[in-house]
Every structure is written in C-alpha cells, then in structure tokens.
C-alpha cells in the first residue's frame, strides 16, 4: 500500500494538470484567408491609418539584403577587453538594388565596422546597452553611412540580432 498510494497521488496530479491546461486553453485564433477574392477598396482603406499608407507602399516596394555575415565588436574597459558584442544587420533597400549592395558590400562593411566600433569606444555598449536612445543613434548613424555609401537607393538598416557576451 506504500508503494502504491505515491504512484496514485501522481496519477491524481497529472491528470489535474491536464484538464487545467484543457479548460485554460485559449480559444484558437480564427484566421480568414480568402485566395480568390480580395477586401474592397474601402475596407483596405479604412484598415490603414493615415501616414502609415506611403511607409507601406514603400516597404512593399523595397528588398531585404542580409548582411552575410555577423559583427564582432569588441568593449574595452580598462584598456582590455571586457565584453563581445554579435550583431546582424540587413539592408531594406529599394527594388533592384540588390546588385548594387553586392557590389560594394566589403566597401559598406567596412564603414560599417567603423560606427560600430566608435559607438563602441564612446560607451554605447555600456551599461543598458538595449535603451532606445543608444540604439536609434545607432541605427541612425549605421543608415547615414549606408546611404553615404550606396546612396538613396537605402530605406534603412535592421538590426536582427544582437548579442553581449561579458568576458
């Protein structure tokens, strides 16, 4: 009887844990794909808010390029290395500009690897690194460049991964 009441309680538990994940479920999200027909033009209308229309032209206009490979830049702190920071960049650039982007892509990551580096040393990875000021300078200065460099065939300059490895 001691071996058996410890299995049962178990039993008891697991079963209690799955009828609450069932009755707690959420209910499924009902999506409306409609392949043959499309949404009027008020509706569509209707569903974008006012200047948000031309930023969604635009994006639909535009090519994502992946920066093909990530950025290490060092954190130096004391005169030594204190942290890593790993990013990823793409490039929505506008459509056709793909060639473009690679044929001047070291060119770009170069001056790339110059504002990473310089925010770097100004303390831009210091501290709460992730503050949205930090980072829209940031971006704003890696968009300045890009544009300098490939001109106005740039939209702007994403940021998809970003990591801060402490040593």
Do not use: W
Request: with cysteine; glycine share 10%; proline share 4%.
């Amino acid at each position: 009887m001691g071996k058996i009441l410890p299995i049962l309680l178990a039993l008891i538990g697991l079963g209690g844990g799955v009828g609450a994940g069932l009755l707690l479920r959420p209910e499924p999200e009902v999506v409306e794909i409609t392949p043959c027909g499309d949404l009027g033009a008020d509706v569509q209308h209707a569903a974008v808010p006012d200047g948000e229309e031309a930023i969604e032209n635009d994006a639909a206009t535009g090519d994502f390029i992946k920066m093909n490979n990530q950025f290490v830049v060092p954190v130096i702190a004391d005169g030594q290395v204190s942290a890593l920071v790993v990013m990823s960049l793409n490039l929505e650039v506008k459509a056709g500009s793909t060639e473009k982007f690679y044929q001047r892509e070291p060119r770009l990551r170069s001056e790339f690897l110059d504002v990473l580096f310089a925010h770097s040393n100004v303390g831009g990875f210091d501290g709460v690194f992730t503050d949205s000021a930090k980072l829209s300078s940031l971006r704003k200065a890696l968009k300045e460049v890009a544009v300098k460099t490939m001109g106005n065939s740039v939209i702007d300059v994403l940021i998809t991964d970003f990591v801060r490895q402490d040593i």
